[in-house]
């Protein structure tokens, strides 16, 4: 068995791919039109798993838009994604500065979670130990939930 992609359904494609590619660093591996069916699908991967997701061994997120408008209610059986980066600071920062909350800040230099603008959870974490506590990370207080 090996894990191929989570999929998430998405309102608004164009916004869904402005968070996802422009401001949180994926990059768009794969994209199928279904006129038939009346969807896209659009695969997105971390810059360094491109190569690895062209030969078939690197997971995806998989955007699922439906042309024909549809609100989807959060599922309960579902947590969150998770992704690891070099720096959770960091990245952080320039989440914030592109205004994304940061519903639970990096307080440990090692955790953060952010929603997408669809609702979905998204954990960050930190690559490697965590780093060490940083203003104005280390006293931030949550925002909503997670």
């Given amino acids: 068995m090996r894990y191929l992609h989570t999929m998430v359904r998405v309102k608004d494609l164009d916004e869904s791919l402005r968070f996802y590619t422009t401001i949180f660093g ?13 969807f896209t699908l659009v695969f997105l991967t971390a810059d ?6 062209n030969q078939g061994r690197a997971p995806a997120l998989e955007l699922t838009y439906n042309w024909d408008p549809q609100d ?3 599922g309960r059986n579902f947590g969150h994604l998770a992704f ?9 920062r320039h989440l914030k500065d592109n205004g994304v909350i940061i519903n639970r800040p990096p307080r440990d230099g090692r955790m953060a979670f952010i ?7 998204i954990e960050l974490l ?3 130990d965590a780093q060490a506590a940083l203003e104005p ?9 997670w």
Avoid: H
Avoid at 26 to 38: C, D, S
Avoid at 137 to 145: K, P, V
């Fill in 26 to 38: 994926l990059k768009e591996v794969r994209r199928v039109e279904n006129e038939a069916g009346r």
């Fill in 48 to 53: 360094e798993d491109v190569e690895s997701f």
């Fill in 72 to 74: 989807y209610p959060q």
């Fill in 84 to 92: 690891e980066v070099d720096d959770v600071y960091a990245t952080c």
């Fill in 115 to 121: 929603r997408c603008p669809d609702g979905i959870s």
């Fill in 126 to 128: 930190q690559k490697g």
């Fill in 137 to 145: 990370w280390a006293s931030m207080e949550n925002t909503g939930t």
